[in-house]
Nanobody, 127 residues
Framework: QVQLVESGGGLVQAGGSLRLSCAAS????????MAWFRQAPGKEREFVAA???????YYAHAVKGRFTVSRDNAKTTVLLQMNSLKLEDTAVYYC?????????????????????WGQGTQVTVSS
């Protein structure tokens, strides 16, 4: 059974940095795209960043240039480095793993492609 466990959330001032970590277990890690989504109160879950099984990265426009997604296949971990945080980055951040191995499409932000989700970690950015 696939399990995803996030850590690293917290309270940070605007302009600061946080690093989120997601530890995966339960199946071969290296052949699946991993992603981060977030959900703010009263809003729908939205795509933040993804890293494919081949290491290619994808970012939402709102975070491009500020956030960096990476993966360590040996440690079965995916990271999200968040810099220059803004008030609007406040949300619960979720790690997600694709259902399909070796995905080669372009719809990395499509929620339905992801079959496994972590419990979420709260990120709060204050002024």
């Amino acid at each position: 059974q696939v399990q995803l466990v996030e850590s690293g959330g917290g309270l940070v001032q605007a302009g600061g940095s946080l690093r989120l970590s997601c530890a995966a277990s339960g199946r071969t890690f290296s052949i699946y795209t991993m992603a981060w989504f977030r959900q703010a109160p009263g809003k729908e879950r939205e795509f933040v960043a993804a890293i494919s099984w081949s290491g290619t990265t994808y970012y939402a426009h709102a975070v491009k240039g500020r956030f960096t997604v990476s993966r360590d296949n040996a440690k079965t971990t995916v990271l999200l480095q968040m810099n220059s945080l803004k008030l609007e980055d406040t949300a619960v951040y979720y790690c997600a793993a694709m259902k399909r191995a070796y995905y080669s499409g372009s719809n990395y932000g499509e929620v339905d492609l992801y079959g496994y989700w972590g419990q979420g970690t709260q990120v709060t950015v204050s002024s």
